[in-house]
């Protein structure tokens, strides 16, 4: 008899991966090449929660059969008490599926941006040194479809563009460090194959915590949708994702495609030529000059590039924009200058 269909299910999510992994070895590895004759090492983030457990435990299981060693990080954030005492049992059940290294990493959560972004930006930059330090060949991250639905969501709150709308990556960070195999499978999925395997979980509170706007779209939002709308609500959303990414990354390639051909010989944006470019191109373009010339990538929102799209398209001999990061942009003689103050 084979395994439950939630573990089944799981496994071979984290097996496709492994074998991407593996295929982009030696010289695509994240962390450099891995010394002769030593296995990869792929690591899974885990905070003790469903998702993550399920994960490590797939990885556990399939990664020894494709020669893989398979190891954990999980981050202590340090934002309720006990959280120390959590992450050692973190790693106290990641050890027993005889995964090694097993580290848990203390981190300090700053304010910028807000809380939940504040406790990602720690987390990843804890997750990358530790990618860097054991020299790993990928960090598996258990982002399910129903998170991935949470996060266009969001993007539609805020009413970003088509790059926010396509949600997470599978593959992301730095030269494909990141990967995210549940994407394509739902939080219950994960939840069942802990329950099948007796794999003990911890429930954050903040995931519960209405102070968060990711909890509140979580128990209340989406609910209010699926009620409202039926139970594809999720599955759509991430197949939306999809097929943003799909068209964020073909506008992106022709950007970069026609960035040349819209500069003079000097190497300045010619607004003529931008002019008759599609929107979603010439925007492209001038955010992409703009983070050249030195703005912040994190910092830099929509309306900034609109602004900087009124020189091209609403020309009334207005001032210079400034950017974030001391950048700023002006129209001169038919010329589009971006640079740091």
Known sequence: MGPHPAVAAIRLAVRRVLH????????????????????????????????SMALASALAFEAPKLSVRAGAVT?????????????????????????????????TVGREGGPEAAARDARYAALDAAAERHRAAAVLLGHTRDDQAETVLLGLARGSGTRSLSGMAAVSGAAGRYRRPFLQLDRQTARKACLVQSIPVWDDPHN???????????????????????????????????????????LDTWAATVEESVRDDSGQLQCAKLYVLPPAVRRRVLRR??????????????????????????????????????????????????RQG
Request: charged content about 25%; overall charge neutral; proline content about 6%.
């Open 289 to 338: 000059a703009v983070i050249a010339a030195g703005a912040p990538a994190g910092s830099l929102f929509a309306r900034h590039i609109e602004e900087v799209d009124r020189l091209i398209t609403g020309w009334r001999g207005q001032g210079a924009i400034n950017l974030p990061g001391r950048v700023e942009a002006r129209r001169q003689g038919g010329r589009l200058v971006i």
């Open 20 to 51: 991407d992994v593996l295929t982009d070895r030696p010289e695509n590895f994240s962390a450099g090449p891995v010394p002769a004759g030593e296995p990869p090492l792929v690591l899974v983030a885990c905070s003790g929660g469903a998702d």
């Open 208 to 250: 519960t915590d209405p102070a968060y706007t990711r909890s509140r779209l979580r128990h209340e939002g989406l609910p209010a949708l699926e009620k409202a709308l039926g139970k594809g609500v999720v599955e759509a959303l991430a197949r939306t994702a999809q097929l943003s990414r799909d068209d964020a990354d073909a």
């Open 75 to 107: 981050v202590d954030h340090g934002l309720q008490a006990g959280s120390a005492l959590r992450a050692a049992e973190v790693v106290t059940r990641l050890r027993a599926m005889r995964l090694d290294p097993v580290e848990s990493v203390a981190v």
